[in-house]
């Protein structure tokens, strides 16, 4: 009890180090942002020797910029990595430094809600009005996005996941058009740590999500929104073998994808991107000057 009051307390004094005037909001490039996250996706992936199709993948990043060289944070786990783009942060920063429910340190600095400040919270500070959503499969993303911050946060079900992932997204993609929505996807890396990374069953595993972001994107065209729309795709990280959270480059290399309005076509990225660019890229798509507490920055993606 004496702990968890102390650090209540640190929390609470820390909640002033984060101001809402940092989010001044200027030009905003599109009005909508839909970004699936893919858990356990490898750049690997993208060898010509996996023959790996990833056909609607591929249409994006020929319609859009990409790299297939990005570089997660350390420990190459979930948690850290989520958490690393949600807040722009490293995980000595945000204090997500494993898979715990949450903060498993305090952060340097906390909004009002207790965590370091989100994208998420950054875009509801901005924009008081905006529909944000997050859909996950794993069930901890819950405690890193800061929920009190999101219109719409669902759990599917990994039993149901092949079908209700693409289906319930879709559904609120169209019935609220919502202005930022995170979409996890887990799949992929319960397959590599059941049957290995570099196996014939990832590789099957990586087509059937492919399948289901071709239905997100159909969703985002028939929502009537997609000529306003930026599209992502990001990972947490790679695998080798049946796990991750070491320092090989096919646990550290992951692909990232931005598609839609004013973005560079069929260009590859040339920049370091990490993953601490993602929400400072968000912010930019959206206007919004970063929080001064963010170590990323905007990758550099738009048609000038």
């Known amino acids: ?44 992936a993208f060898r010509d020797s996996f023959h790996c199709e990833m056909k609607n993948i591929r249409q994006l ?35 997500i430094v494993d898979n715990a429910n949450g903060p498993a340190v305090p952060p340097v600095a906390a909004t009002e809600h207790g965590l370091f400040p989100t994208i998420f919270h950054v875009v509801r500070h901005a924009y008081p009005e905006a529909e944000i959503g997050v859909q996950h499969e794993w069930i901890t993303i819950k405690y890193y996005v800061d929920s009190l911050d999101c219109n719409h946060v669902k759990h599917i079900e990994e039993a149901n996941a092949e079908t209700d992932t693409p289906a319930e997204a879709a559904k609120y993609i169209k019935e609220r058009k919502p202005d930022l929505f995170f979409i996890h ?10 049957d290995g990374h570099h196996t014939p069953q990832y590789f099957d595993c990586v087509n059937r999500v492919d399948s289901q972001i071709g239905q997100i994107v159909q969703a ?85």
């Open 185 to 194: 996807i887990d799949q992929v890396d319960h397959v590599g740590h059941h």
């Open 61 to 95: 990043m020929a319609e859009g910029a990409w790299t297939t060289k990005a570089r997660t944070v350390m420990p190459s786990v979930s948690g850290p990595n989520w958490g690393a783009m949600f807040t722009s942060a490293l995980p000595c920063m945000n204090g």
């Open 220 to 304: 985002v065209k028939d929502a009537g929104i997609y000529d306003d729309t930026i599209l992502i795709l990001t990972s947490d990280h790679g695998g080798v073998g049946k796990g991750h959270g070491g320092n090989h480059p096919d646990e550290l290399n992951i692909p990232v994808v931005y598609c839609g309005k004013g973005v560079k076509q069929n260009y590859e990225i040339p920049s370091v991107v990490m993953q601490f660019d993602v929400a400072s890229t968000i912010a930019y798509i959206f206007g919004i000057e970063q929080p001064q507490e963010w170590r990323g920055r905007a990758t550099p993606i738009f048609k000038e």
């Open 1 to 44: 009890m004496k702990k968890n009051c102390i650090l209540f307390l640190l929390l609470l004094t820390l909640t002033s180090a984060y101001g809402r005037e940092n989010n001044k909001v200027g030009h905003r490039r599109a009005q909508h942002v839909v970004w699936i996250g893919i858990d356990g996706w490898g750049a690997y």
